[in-house]
């Protein structure tokens, strides 16, 4: 698959996954698709040689591996994340305003940037929890069309309004939802999954933007899309894994829900989704207590986009460390840790690079912006494994529309598809 190919595949994979929930759908779809059985963590594991599996917790985190074919030697892990910043549903979320039109009550979720999301269609995504006969059960839903706005205040009734503005989450954002005061979300929602509004017990419901992928530039060398932090990591490092052939190290496919929120729920990457997972592994191939010693000879990537050198501030990037879109894999350091990578973590990453022949830049942020940080030392906290953090570098992360680099998809697959495939004992 050529690069404008894998990110021709990545922006229908984003169209399709506008929440954590949906994103985790679609890649249970694909394992499926590859022969992998869902594994349920209440039950004890049985496993098969060379068998492929996956574990989903909460509807919003996934974990895939493969037995492998010869004595297990260690796990060659990439984590990522399912979320992105947007804005979440509050329970009872109509609010009727000024007797001519209801809006809706939200919340902001994660480090958005809040003026992006005006002035563009939006739609409500997420899951439901429904009272069945059976129990409690939950489903996906997704409206699919252009159902709510958040309008900007007219320049002239604020005619500061390029001179700056900050927006109050909880007045400037609520999104104009229906004329009146007769709408009915919770009906609308029932409606669709053809069952009654009072069987609605739970929902986790979401704000997305309904703007499609494109490519842009003059040769069509970037790419513009909703979410493409992370799913672009996401889709590429599935690509990767199902690829990717090793003999003695277990392929491991993590993807956890709130990094954008800190990562410390049952599901996220500072829980113990990993760890028992592993355990539950490693009884099922019987070699319980192995795992401290599985893990000597581990590697993980957290797999996460980074900052790409921005064409008219360039002065908010590093001197020296300034990668740029359709520069290849972004390899990510950070002095106090908020990234993983060290000297040695970094040089396994560029020689896998080296070896393929897939370019690789470096980047730090500058000494005086503090910058964000990822799962990767959350993760190996309770992991612990040598690491590195690594992604692509993208224009405007957390807006509600990013850009990134067109190639860079294919470069990030062919990089997992050689991580994984990666043994220990040809590279120190």
Same mark, same amino acid.
């Given at each position: 698959?050529?690069?404008?190919?894998?990110?021709?595949? +990545?922006?229908?994979?984003?169209?399709?996954?506008?929440?954590?929930?949906? %994103?985790?759908?679609?890649?249970?779809?694909?394992?499926?698709?590859? *022969?992998? %059985?869902?594994?349920?963590? =209440?039950?004890?594991?049985?496993?098969?040689?060379?068998?492929?599996?996956?574990?989903?917790?909460?509807?919003?985190?996934?974990?895939?591996?493969?037995? !492998? =074919?010869?004595?297990? =030697?260690?796990?060659?892990?990439?984590?990522?994340?399912?979320? %992105?910043?947007?804005? @979440?549903?509050?329970?009872?979320?109509?609010?009727?305003?000024?007797?001519?039109?209801?809006?809706?009550?939200?919340? @902001?979720?994660?480090?958005?940037?809040?003026?992006?999301? +005006? $002035?563009?269609?939006?739609?409500?995504?997420?899951?439901?929890?429904?009272?069945?006969?059976?129990?409690?059960?939950?489903?996906?839903?997704?409206?699919?069309?252009?159902?709510?706005?958040?309008?900007?205040?007219?320049?002239?009734?604020?005619?500061?309004?390029?001179?700056?503005?900050?927006?109050?989450?909880?007045?400037?954002?609520?999104?104009?939802?229906?004329?009146?005061?007769?709408?009915?979300?919770?009906?609308?929602?029932?409606? @669709?999954?053809?069952?009654?509004?009072?069987?609605?017990? *739970?929902? &986790?419901?979401?704000?997305?933007?309904?703007?499609?992928?494109?490519?842009?530039?003059?040769?069509?060398?970037?790419?513009?899309?909703?979410?493409?932090? $992370?799913?672009?990591?996401?889709?590429?490092?599935?690509?990767?894994?199902?690829?990717?052939?090793?003999?003695?190290?277990?392929?491991?496919?993590?993807?956890?829900?709130?990094?954008?929120?800190?990562?410390?729920?049952?599901?996220?990457?500072?829980?113990?989704?990993?760890?028992?997972?592993?355990?539950?592994?490693?009884?099922?191939?019987? =070699?319980?207590?192995?795992?401290?010693?599985?893990?000597?000879?581990?590697?993980?990537?957290?797999?996460?986009?980074?900052? *790409?050198?921005?064409?008219?501030?360039?002065?908010?990037? $590093?001197?020296?460390?300034?990668?740029?879109?359709?520069?290849?894999?972004?390899?990510?350091?950070?002095?106090?840790?908020?990234?993983? %990578? $060290?000297?040695?973590?970094?040089?396994?990453?560029?020689?896998?690079?080296?070896?393929?022949?897939? !370019?690789?830049?470096?980047?730090?942020?500058?000494?005086?912006?503090?910058?964000?940080?990822?799962?990767?030392?959350?993760?190996?906290?309770?992991?612990?494994?040598?690491?590195? &953090?690594?992604?692509?570098?993208?224009?405007?992360?957390?807006?509600?529309?990013?850009?990134?680099?067109?190639?860079?998809?294919?470069?990030?697959?062919?990089?997992?598809?050689?991580?994984?495939?990666?043994?220990?004992? @040809?590279?120190?």
């Amino acid at each position: 698959m050529n690069s404008n190919e894998s990110s021709k595949e +990545l922006l229908r994979f984003i169209e399709k996954s506008p929440t954590c929930f949906h %994103t985790i759908a679609n890649l249970e779809e694909s394992l499926i698709g590859e *022969g992998f %059985t869902r594994l349920r963590e =209440k039950e004890q594991f049985a496993l098969l040689p060379e068998g492929k599996y996956y574990v989903v917790r909460n509807d919003a985190s996934l974990i895939a591996f493969q037995v !492998p =074919k010869q004595e297990i =030697k260690g796990f060659r892990f990439m984590a990522s994340h399912s979320d %992105t910043p947007c804005f @979440k549903l509050k329970e009872k979320p109509e609010i009727a305003a000024e007797g001519s039109y209801m809006v809706l009550n939200v919340e @902001k979720y994660g480090g958005a940037i809040l003026s992006t999301w +005006l $002035d563009r269609p939006l739609s409500i995504a997420g899951r439901i929890i429904l009272h069945e006969a059976d129990g409690l059960k939950s489903h996906l839903v997704n409206f699919e069309q252009d159902l709510c706005i958040i309008p900007n205040v007219a320049i002239h009734l604020n005619r500061e309004i390029n001179k700056g503005v900050e927006y109050n989450p909880q007045t400037d954002m609520r999104p104009l939802f229906a004329g009146g005061e007769q709408a009915d979300l919770y009906k609308m929602l029932a409606d @669709k999954l053809q069952t009654s509004s009072d069987k609605i017990l *739970g929902t &986790d419901l979401f704000l997305y933007n309904r703007a499609q992928g494109c490519f842009l530039g003059a040769q069509e060398e970037f790419i513009g899309a909703p979410r493409l932090d $992370d799913t672009q990591c996401v889709f590429a490092s599935l690509q990767g894994f199902l690829q990717a052939k090793n003999e003695s190290y277990m392929k491991v496919l993590c993807v956890f829900d709130h990094e954008e929120v800190g990562s410390r729920t049952r599901q996220g990457a500072d829980s113990d989704f990993l760890q028992v997972t592993l355990e539950n592994i490693l009884r099922a191939m019987r =070699k319980e207590g192995k795992l401290a010693n599985l893990l000597a000879d581990s590697f993980l990537l957290s797999a996460d986009n980074g900052h *790409g050198l921005h064409p008219n501030h360039p002065e908010k990037s $590093d001197p020296t460390n300034r990668p740029v879109l359709n520069g290849g894999i972004v390899i990510k350091y950070h002095g106090n840790q908020q990234y993983t %990578t $060290d000297g040695f973590t970094g040089a396994v990453v560029k020689a896998i690079c080296s070896k393929e022949e897939i !370019p690789y830049q470096t980047y730090h942020n500058r000494s005086d912006i503090p910058g964000g940080s990822t799962l990767g030392n959350i993760s190996i906290a309770h992991c612990s494994v040598p690491s590195a &953090d690594v992604g692509l570098a993208q224009l405007a992360m957390h807006s509600a529309f990013e850009t990134a680099g067109a190639k860079d998809t294919g470069y990030f697959i062919r990089f997992a598809k050689a991580f994984y495939g990666w043994e220990g004992h @040809k590279m120190g």
